[in-house]
């Protein structure tokens, strides 16, 4: 059974960093597409970092690129990510996903699908940045 449990979400001032991390069971971190995504009130959920299949490549929505880094530890089946001048505009909830054990395409492919390929989510972790 996947499970994904999120941690480390609160409130910060602006420029402050946080580091989310995200707890995975029931399928392999390291073969498949990881992912965290956010969704802000009134607003779709997006895609915020992604971290592809055995390779580790990751892509990052321009939004935070520079200021975000998503890591995978393989051997404790956990997924972070670290968030480092953090703007009132990252406020939002925060999802860890993954296309879990049955994703079968190349690491663009990770990023390139969109959210629908992302199948298991957590329950989420809120993120509030304060000007």
């Known amino acids: 059974q996947v499970q994904l449990v999120e941690s480390g979400g609160g409130s910060v001032q602006g420029g402050e960093s946080l580091r989310l991390s995200c707890a995975a069971s029931?399928?392999?971190?390291?073969?498949?597409?990881m992912g965290w995504f956010r969704q802000a009130p009134g607003k779709e959920r997006e895609k915020v970092a992604i971290i592809a299949t055995s390779g580790g490549y990751t892509y990052y929505a321009d939004s935070v690129k520079g200021r975000f880094t998503i890591s995978r530890d393989n051997a404790k089946s956990s997924v972070s990510l670290q968030m480092n001048n953090l703007k009132p505009d990252d406020t939002a909830m925060y999802f860890c996903a993954t296309a879990g054990d049955n994703y079968d395409g190349n690491s663009y492919g990770c990023w390139a699908r969109g959210i629908s390929l992302y199948k298991f989510w957590g329950q989420g972790t809120q993120v509030t940045v304060s000007s």
């Open positions: 029931g399928f392999s971190v390291s073969r498949t597409c």
